[in-house]
Each structure stands twice: as structure tokens, then as C-alpha cells.
């Protein structure tokens, strides 16, 4: 089975500066999917970045980015010029691309890091 | 696009009554929509997949008895709590994945989730 591991509870990141989230995953599989979903104060699930794994170039969305490490199973947030807006429980998930076992393509989830942003 | 809505975003009952929890993709139409569990400062844990048309399957450790779902349309899927008691207060959260394009690919979205306080 898969799992995902945040390593950092919580963190804490000033105003306009850069911040990096850890996320450290284990897999047998060479195919799948990985996200980093936002979950603010309101609990809405919001998708923040997507990266397939066939794809060795990193993915970005605007002011986030990740380091994506196949061989080390490591994928990285990092958020720039960051808002007050960022401050939320950011996870880490793992969603293999094939229904293995009837997994139905489901999330696995790691446990998560609330980011708090200073003003 | 891409709206998915739970209602009710809050309930409170009484301990021993049952409570039913939608979700229903507003947009699209779902072939397979997942539940989940959140307590506090805690990560989603699946509690089950729901297919349109056939049973649900669910997460080892979960009682399917107690926790019924119905996915009777691609647009609706319903949790239902039987004989709630207070250690089933949680945040309920349903998500829903596109039937259209290859499931591997197709994204879920997070409905805003169901508080369920059972006295």
C-alpha cells in the first residue's frame, strides 16, 4: 500500500517570503499522480498543484511550485511571495494511474502541515 | 465548473437517530464519488467509494451497516449515519470525479463538507 508522509506538523512563513512543505511518499508502482491540496479555515478542499509522474519537469501555478524527486520520492511545496491568504492545512496526496485492486484511482493522503503566515 | 455541494453543511441530532448527508456534483455528471471522515486537526480518512448503480465499497475498519451509501444517479450520492452516537461527531466530505475522459486523469472535487454534532 501507499503512503505519504508530512514530516513538518506545522510551519510558519512571513509575509511576502518563501516557503517550502515537505512531502515524502512510498510506491512500488512507476505510475501515478501527486497533489498538494489547500484546506482553509471554511474546510473546502482546494487543489493547489498537480504533477504526473512520467513528467520530469517540475509543475507551477503562479506563485506555487514543486520539487519533484522521482528516484527519492520526494515532492516538495514551495510557495513564494506568500499571502496572508496562503495560511491554511496544506496535504500532500498520492493517487496511483491504475485501478490496482479496485482502488478506484482513490487519494491516499498524508497527514498535513498548517501553515501559518505571518503579516 | 466543476461544483460539487453537501447538504448539510451542519446537523445536530440526538443519539440513536439517523442522519442522511447528500452530495450531489452540480455540473457534471459523477460515475464515482468517495466519502470521507475528518476530526480535528486530522487528515481525510476514506471511509468509502461509491460507484453509481452498484454497492459502495468501503475502507477496512469502516461498518458498512453503519455508515449507508446510496449512489442511485450520476449526480447524487448520500452517506447515511444509522443510530449516530456522539464518538460519529466528524466532519463528513464527499468528492466527485467526472465520468467524462479516463479515470486515472480526471480530477475529484471536494465538496465543502457536513459538521455532524450527535448529542
Known amino acids: 500500500a501507499q503512503t505519504v508522509t508530512q514530516s513538518q506538523p506545522e510551519m510558519s512563513v512571513q509575509e511576502a517570503e518563501t516557503v517550502t512543505l515537505s512531502c515524502t511518499y512510498d510506491t512500488s508502482e512507476s505510475d501515478y499522480y501527486l497533489f498538494w491540496y489547500k484546506q482553509p479555515p471554511s474546510r473546502q478542499m482546494i487543489l493547489v498543484i498537480r504533477?504526473?509522474?512520467?513528467?520530469?519537469q517540475n509543475a507551477t501555478e503562479n506563485r506555487f511550485s514543486v520539487n519533484f524527486q522521482k528516484a527519492a520520492k520526494s515532492f516538495s511545496l514551495k510557495i513564494s511571495d506568500s499571502q496572508l491568504g496562503d495560511a491554511a492545512m496544506y496535504f500532500c496526496a498520492y493517487r496511483s494511474a491504475r485501478n490496482s485492486g479496485g482502488s478506484n484511482y482513490k487519494l491516499t493522503f498524508g497527514k498535513g502541515t498548517l501553515l501559518t503566515v505571518n503579516p | 465548473g466543476a461544483v460539487v455541494s453537501q447538504h448539510p453543511s451542519r446537523v445536530i441530532c440526538k443519539s440513536g437517530t439517523s442522519v442522511k448527508i447528500e452530495c450531489r456534483s452540480l455540473d457534471f455528471q459523477a460515475t464515482t464519488m468517495f466519502w470521507y471522515r475528518q476530526f480535528p486537526k486530522q487528515s481525510l480518512m476514506l471511509m468509502a467509494t461509491s460507484n453509481e448503480g452498484s454497492k459502495a465499497t468501503y475502507e477496512q475498519g469502516v461498518e458498512k451497516d453503519k455508515f449507508l451509501i446510496n449512489h442511485a444517479s450520476l449526480t447524487l450520492s448520500t452517506l447515511t449515519v444509522t443510530s449516530a452516537h456522539p464518538e460519529d461527531s466528524s466532519f463528513y466530505i464527499c468528492?466527485?470525479?467526472?465520468?467524462?475522459?479516463?479515470?486515472?486523469?480526471?480530477?475529484?472535487?471536494f465538496g465543502p463538507g457536513t459538521r455532524l454534532t450527535v448529542l
Open positions: 504533477q504526473e509522474a512520467y513528467k520530469q
Open positions: 468528492s466527485a470525479r467526472d465520468r467524462r475522459g479516463h479515470p486515472s486523469y480526471n480530477e475529484q472535487f
